[in-house]
């Protein structure tokens, strides 16, 4: 019984320490600056990310797609029953490392009239290109 008393104390200890690890890095992260981006309309996505998308809208997804000039990100939020969805962009900042992006699908309120059937919502920001990697938060 003592034994189990004592494994079950060290589980503790472990799992509180993965947390403050976890929790300094989170705090390490240092924004160097916001990010301008233009967010991109279907008629103006390469056709390699349109293809992309329609492949993977269905379930919700994160992408990134860079050609010579532009680094494009795109999020996904998966099948809806209903129109009157919106995403929006609530970070998009450089760190020494990565690009940090946080996005936030809003659904319709009670009062909104929306089409009926089934939607796909999802946005596509696009950047100048950045040599990072894309961190989706």
């Known amino acids: ?3 189990l008393g004592i494994l079950f104390l060290l589980l ?7 947390g403050l690890i976890a929790c300094k890095k989170k705090d390490e ?11 991109v309309e279907d008629a103006d996505l390469p056709g390699e990310l349109k293809e992309l998308i329609e492949e993977k809208k269905a379930e919700p997804f994160k992408i990134s797609y860079s050609n010579k000039d532009n680094l494009y990100i795109a999020v996904g939020y ?3 029953n209903s129109g009157g969805y919106s995403i929006s962009v609530e970070e ?3 760190t020494n490392n990565a690009i940090y992006i ?3 699908l809003i659904g319709p309120s009670s009062d ?3 089409s009926q059937g089934v939607t796909y919502p999802y946005v596509v920001v696009k950047l100048e290109y950045i ?4 961190v989706f938060e």
Not at 131 to 134: L, P, S
Request: charged share 35%; net charge positive.
């Open 1 to 3: 019984m003592r034994r």
């Open 12 to 18: 503790v200890i472990m799992v509180s320490a993965a």
């Open 29 to 39: 992260i240092k924004k160097i600056r916001d990010l301008d981006f233009t967010v």
């Open 78 to 80: 998966g099948k809806q």
């Open 92 to 94: 998009l900042y450089l």
């Open 102 to 104: 946080d996005t936030n």
């Open 112 to 114: 909104d009239v929306v």
């Open 131 to 134: 040599d990072k990697r894309v």
